[in-house]
């Protein structure tokens, strides 16, 4: 049982505590409510952007790697279309440089041409060498507006276009920040070899004086049901052809998210499952396949792909894809099968949960959609599938009308 201690500042940031005395280290996690999905359509990319210029200089820090360096200490950051995510962690004698570096960075970033420039740069090159250079690297950005035609998840994190970033002023960044990268609009976890009391000691000298910002209230469009299925075909200088699709399902609060989740496990995870053991070792159509869930916060998807054997027909993959998709519409998963896939979960989860960095970032997620104690009760709600809701749930989602496909032809 992980225990969660809280505080609330005055400015809003809210603060989650887990002492963790296996380690000499406490790891900072802050997590900031802004993704891709926040973004203006004709300036997309701007979360991503801001991953990077946070590490750019700060209004009081010239740089921020070479104290924490110094400390002892090392972070990173990752975006997401619903959240940016940074962690800093650090040996708990230096643990006051990371709350100085972090709530720095939370009141203002340098905001110079040149770290503007330079980021900028940074995030052009890999965005070209992600998803424009890499073979299979832009079937995501085909995909997305193909599926959704009004919610912003039609881009993903990296956006839209090169130009977005390439375009994008001091001004506008400047705005986007003072927008979003507010306490009032941040989650602060900490866990490792701290008390609770130090902690918000801590949290109340140097965030606490940040002031509250005028956050705008989310009002994104909700993507309408989808009524038609959708296709489309390139061709690309890539090895092997390739199939790529998509099924909407619901936000990661819904019932069935979970699942959607065993749904996508009971396909793809691990040798033993269905696609690597019928497709991929069996009927040798693909190379490879793999079904997952993007798991967002609004409506998101259930994902297919796979990379085709050759000889084999494009029509002949996708069908192979949706049989295994019928199965679970028509047939109910075993019981044993249903138990392996939440076994592997459990163990996952349990595994996760050891490491103070990781129970530091997953208190911080389950705090924005629900709350940080439900890290404790998560694997109960995989416990309490049947094969029943598994199959009701296949029932709503894999239907032709709910599908767009991208196919993704090697050029001869």
């Known amino acids: 049982m992980i225990k969660v201690n809280r505080h609330i500042l005055d400015n809003g940031l809210r603060i989650l505590h887990h002492r963790d005395d296996s380690t000499q280290m406490v790891a900072l996690n802050l997590l900031y409510d802004v993704g891709a999905r926040d973004e203006d359509p004709q300036r997309t990319g701007f979360a991503h952007l801001f991953e990077h210029l946070m590490f750019g200089g700060s209004v009081n820090i010239p740089e921020f790697d070479t104290p924490l360096q110094i400390a002892g200490g090392e972070n990173n950051a990752w975006t997401s279309n619903d959240i940016t995510n940074f962690y800093t962690v650090v040996p708990a004698y230096n643990v006051e440089t990371a709350f100085w570096l972090e709530s720095d960075r939370m ?3 340098a905001f110079t041409p040149r770290s503007l420039d330079v980021q900028k740069q940074v995030v ?3 965005f070209k060498q992600r998803n424009l250079n890499q073979p299979y690297g832009d079937m995501d950005l085909l ?9 912003p998840y039609a881009w993903p994190t990296i956006g839209k276009d090169i130009s977005h970033i390439e375009g994008a002023t001091l001004d506008e960044v400047k705005s986007f920040f003072f927008r979003y990268y507010a306490p009032n609009n941040a989650i602060l976890s900490v866990s490792g070899h701290i008390s609770f009391d130090e902690t918000v000691r801590l949290c109340e000298k140097w965030f606490a004086p940040i002031e509250r910002r005028n956050v705008p209230k989310r009002n994104l ?8 299925r959708r296709s489309m075909e390139v061709e690309r200088n890539v090895p092997l052809d390739a199939i790529k699709m998509a099924f909407h399902i619901g936000k990661r609060t819904d019932v069935d998210y979970h699942c959607y989740d065993t749904l996508s496990d009971i396909l793809s995870n691990g040798n033993s ?7 991929v070792t069996d009927k040798k159509i693909f190379a490879e396949a793999d079904a997952s869930i993007t798991g967002d916060l609004d409506s998101g998807l259930f994902l297919l792909s796979g990379k085709l054997l050759p000889g084999v027909t494009m029509k002949d993959g996708e069908e192979a894809l949706l049989e295994e998709l019928d199965r679970l519409v028509t047939e109910k998963v075993g019981e044993e099968e249903l ?9 996952n989860d349990m595994f996760s949960n050891i490491n103070y960095l990781n129970k530091a970032t997953n208190l911080a997620y389950y705090e924005l959609f629900d709350k940080a104690e439900s890290i404790n009760t998560e694997v109960d709600k995989y416990y309490n599938l049947t094969p029943g809701r598994l199959q009701e749930a296949a029932r709503k989602a894999f239907v032709a009308t709910n599908c767009s496909v991208v196919y993704y032809k090697a050029r001869n």
């Open 124 to 126: 052009i090159e890999e």
């Open 143 to 151: 995909l997305r507006p193909l599926a959704y035609k009004v919610h």
């Open 107 to 109: 009141l203002s970033l």
């Open 339 to 347: 138990l392996k896939v939440v076994h592997k979960f459990e163990s």
């Open 221 to 228: 469009p909700v993507e309408p049901l989808q009524n038609e």
């Open 273 to 279: 499952s269905r696609l690597f053991r019928n497709l």
